[in-house]
T-cell receptor, first 113, second 112 residues
Framework: AQSVTQPDIHITVSEGASLELRCNYS??????LFWYVQSPGQGLQLLLK??????LVQGIKGFEAEFKRSQSSFNLRKPSVHWSDAAEYFC???????????FGQGTRLTINP | ETGVTQTPRHLVMGMTNKKSLKCEQH?????MYWYKQSAKKPLELMFV???????ENNSVPSRFSPECPNSSHLFLHLHTLQPEDSALYLC???????????FGPGTRLTVL
């Protein structure tokens, strides 16, 4: 069975600083991996996804993530955060051909001015 | 309307009430999902429908009753809920398989 761990429950960074949110997954085969963002009172918006191919994936809003099979990780990065990036971020893993996504507990991002 | 819409956005109900949550997707997708999001817990998948047929029930109590009359609409009928059922209920849709799931804004449910 798949599982996802987001080790950081809450991260605070200053506006303009770089950001890395960690995601580790457990799955026996090559997974499908996703990062979603949720603003307060809203649903989840897809930032990016990895299915196959290039392990560095570009997403919306200037985010990118890198799939590292050897480390079972799919960390999310952004070179310079904006105040509007304050939100909760969820990593999710899915098995090929299956519809069930397993989500991590989320990382809440706070931006200091 | 575009994407996935959910109504109502907020709902307060007593434990003896019966209410329904509605989800509609305008993306031409074949699969629809209900998730429960509680504070300090990961998103929990509740139900999956493919082409109107239920393909997953994640051991959800019978006080939650889903209905999918067509590929564009999904309902969650609620009756005799408990206070611990208070949560954000999210609907999603996808083309199927492990295709990207697109989420609605959710219904914030409070059970008194």
């Amino acid at each position: 069975a798949q599982s996802v761990t987001q080790p950081d429950i809450h991260i605070t960074v200053s506006e303009g600083a770089s950001l890395e949110l960690r995601c580790n997954y457990s799955y026996g085969a090559t997974p499908y991996l996703f990062w979603y963002v949720q603003s307060p009172g809203q649903g989840l918006q897809l930032l990016l996804k990895y299915f196959s191919g290039d392990t560095l994936v570009q997403g919306i809003k200037g985010f990118e993530a890198e799939f590292k099979r050897s480390q079972s990780s799919f960390n999310l990065r952004k070179p310079s955060v904006h105040w509007s990036d304050a939100a909760e971020y969820f990593c999710a893993v899915g098995a090929r051909g299956a519809q069930k996504l397993v989500f991590g507990q989320g990382t809440r991002l706070t931006i200091n001015p | 309307e575009t994407g996935v819409t959910q109504t109502p956005r907020h709902l307060v109900m007593g434990m003896t009430n019966k209410k329904s949550l509605k989800c509609e997707q305008h993306l031409g997708h074949n699969a629809m999902y209900w998730y429960k999001q509680s504070a300090k817990k990961p998103l929990e998948l509740m139900f999956v429908y493919n082409f109107k047929e239920q393909t997953e029930n994640n051991s959800v109590p019978s006080r939650f009753s889903p209905e999918c009359p067509n590929s564009s609409h999904l309902f969650l009928h609620l009756h005799t809920l408990q206070p611990e059922d208070s949560a954000l209920y999210l609907c999603a849709s996808s083309q199927g398989g492990t295709d990207t799931q697109y989420f609605g804004p959710g219904t914030r449910l409070t059970v008194l």
